[in-house]
Antibody, heavy 116, light 112 residues
């Protein structure tokens, strides 16, 4: 069974940093690209970042470019999102999701709250 | 960037009746590989998104056949043949033709 589990969410002050992780199981992680998608409270879905299976291709949404860094460790079946210079507008639930053309598997999400 | 516009934004439906949601793209979603990467996702209250339909009309694993997708180019439709109580939630179309990936605003389906 494919499973994705996010961790690392929490409360952080404006200007602070946080690192999210997504642990994958039930499939060959090293063969799949991955994404981060977030959802602000009561709002829709916003794609944030993509990394291919070998980490050779990475994309970011303009809203996070220069502040967020996506990475992965295929040996540990894990995906990461380093988030710096956080602002209240970054508050929301952050999901990791597998693949790009057919995003069929999503984690349960990690809540990030940016507030003083 | 590709903009996806969904209509309606809210749709009250009687149990057992059909429902239809439209998604219009600002650009053609036909990829250079010949596929059209338009998907439909369902998000039930308090749950992560769930893939229903991919490549316009293909049902994902475990999705009931009352859900169907159609369309081409820039205009797409999700249809539910007979709405059930468990179908309450928000439905999003999503394009993966190019980065940045993008989603429609969402359509809230509620029971009348």
């Amino acid at each position: 069974e494919v499973q994705l589990e996010e961790s690392g969410g929490g409360l952080v002050q404006p200007g602070g940093s946080l690192r999210l992780s997504c642990t994958a199981s039930g499939f060959n992680f090293s063969r799949y690209s991955m994404n981060w998608v977030r959802q602000a409270p009561g709002k829709g879905l916003e794609w944030l970042s993509y990394i291919n299976n070998s980490s050779s291709t990475i994309y970011y949404a303009d809203s996070v470019k220069g502040r967020f860094t996506i990475s992965r460790d295929n040996a540990k079946n894990s995906l990461h999102l380093q988030m710096n210079s956080l602002s209240p507008g970054d508050t929301g639930v952050y999901y990791c999701a597998r693949d790009w053309g057919i995003i069929g598997y999503w984690g349960q999400g990690a809540l990030v709250t940016v507030s003083s | 960037d590709i903009l996806l516009t969904q209509t309606p934004l809210s749709t009250p439906v009687t149990l057992g009746q059909p429902a239809s949601i439209s998604c219009r793209s600002s650009h053609s979603l036909v990829h250079s590989d010949g596929n059209t990467y338009l998907s439909w996702l369902q998000q039930r209250p308090g749950q992560p998104p769930r893939l229903l339909i991919y490549k316009i009309s293909k049902r994902f694993s475990g999705v009931p056949d009352r859900f169907s997708g159609s369309g081409a180019g820039t205009d797409f439709t999700l249809k539910i043949s007979r709405v059930e109580a468990e179908d309450v939630g928000i439905y999003y179309c999503m394009q993966a033709k190019q980065f940045p990936l993008s989603f429609g605003q969402g359509t809230k389906l509620e029971i009348k």
